[in-house]
């Protein structure tokens, strides 16, 4: 069995944004037809990552079918998780996933903010409402 390429990086997306699917090749590098048999995400981040394989018949030796991953962050930060593809449980070669979710960026223009406190002096409880604006350029 082999595998290619062995990592993939899917930039920076916005949450909930989708990426372009990128392909990893599987190949029968035996001398006998093999079906796969483990083909699954795995990992801390593995929600953030879909597969759609076109591994659904046995590989004859030399035969290739491919992954397809696609990136979905659900979170911001750096998001990593492994795509792991075998023949069988001892049998398998990892493919390692990475990408980077980022918050949407807030519009231009001017926001009306609210803030609200608590204050305790001398045994009298005050609640203090603020209003004010801020401006994104």
Do not use: E
């Amino acid at each position: 069995l082999s595998v290619s390429p062995l990592s993939l990086n899917f930039g920076q997306l916005v949450l909930g944004q989708s990426s372009a699917a990128q392909t990893v090749t599987i190949t029968n590098v035996g001398d006998t037809s093999m079906t796969i048999t483990v083909n699954s995400v795995r990992g801390t981040n593995s929600m953030d990552f879909w597969g759609t394989n076109t591994c659904t018949s046995a590989l004859a030796p030399g035969a290739h079918c491919t992954d397809s991953v696609t990136f979905v962050p659900h979170d911001a930060g750096t998001r990593t998780a492994t795509l792991v593809v075998g023949f069988s449980a001892s049998n398998t070669q990892s493919v390692s996933l990475s990408g980077t979710g980022l918050l949407p960026a807030t519009p231009p223009g001017t926001y009306v903010v609210y803030v609200r406190g608590t204050s305790y002096y001398g045994g009298y409880t005050g609640v203090h409402d603020q209003q004010g604006t801020v401006k994104v350029q």
